[in-house]
């Protein structure tokens, strides 16, 4: 599946409502979703999928796109909603969800999102063993030429972000590179505190148990002015490699973290009453 496009709203080549989604040594390059005010699964895009398997695939430069004020961009490789499936030995790299708005002289403020830069969960459960995940970002930029306008860019989850109660199981994962960007004509606003928040993984309302997986180089940071109507904003990320928010409790064994960064967090942020478990 090699540059395939989708204008719609998900699924750059594979789009699936119901049903089973198996691949085997399947090889997904260049896929896009543009999907304007909403962009979500660069390459694939389920809904009410279960028991599939994607064993010795890869994913390569894949994005997620929106260019509109308040856009949001959603998996850069695949989103999942209400979903289950098990991936094995696969490898996602230079992937993208990417969120860019601009604007002057508007008449009210406005927020553009980047979530999971090569996966996005809501309500749904990954079974991840053997994968790696590879420079994958997830970037969020707004631009704002009026005045009294406030524009906010958010990123969630440079590899994978995790919302609606959904779970992520993994085994022997490797997470490099990975970053969650954001940049932001107001990156203080007083609804959204933080700008970038998991370089690697970002948890909302989620859990899941990961095992013997590495976390290197992956790093969650915001940019914006230095002084806003809120306060102070200097490199505003959060959680190097991970974040932790809404009472997430995943547990983490025999897991390393190595030459992460953040502004708060270098390896991981927890708050929001969240509860990990590591050893």
Known sequence: FTSNRCTGTGGGAIWQLD???????????????????????????????????????????????????????????????????????????DSQAYSFGSGNSLSEDFTNRARGGSLRLVASSLQVRSCTFTSSNAYAKVNV????????????????????????FSSDSLFQSCVAE?????????ASPFCSLGGALEYSASTGFLEASEFKDCDSFGSGPLT????????????GALYFG??????????????????????????DRSSPYFT
């Open 19 to 93: 049903g089973t989604l198996d691949l085997t040594r399947s090889e997904f390059t260049s896929n896009l979703c543009d999907g304007g005010s909403r962009s979500a699964g660069g390459s694939i895009y389920l809904t009410n999928v279960t028991g599939g398997e994607w064993d010795g695939c890869s994913f390569r430069d894949s994005q997620c796109r929106t260019t509109n004020r308040s856009g949001v961009s959603e998996g850069g490789d695949a989103y999942f909603y209400n979903s289950s499936l098990f991936l094995n030995g696969s490898e996602f790299e």
């Open 145 to 168: 030429e009026g005045v009294n306008r406030d524009g906010v860019a958010l990123s969630r989850g440079g590899a994978i972000s995790l919302a609606v109660g959904s779970s992520i």
């Open 182 to 190: 954001a940049i932001s004509q107001d990156c203080c606003s007083a």
């Open 228 to 239: 806003t109507p809120y306060g102070a904003c200097v490199r505003n990320g959060n959680g």
């Open 246 to 271: 809404d009472l997430s409790s995943p547990n983490f064994l025999n897991c390393t973290f190595t030459n992460c960064d953040a502004y708060q967090g270098g390896a991981a942020h927890l708050q």
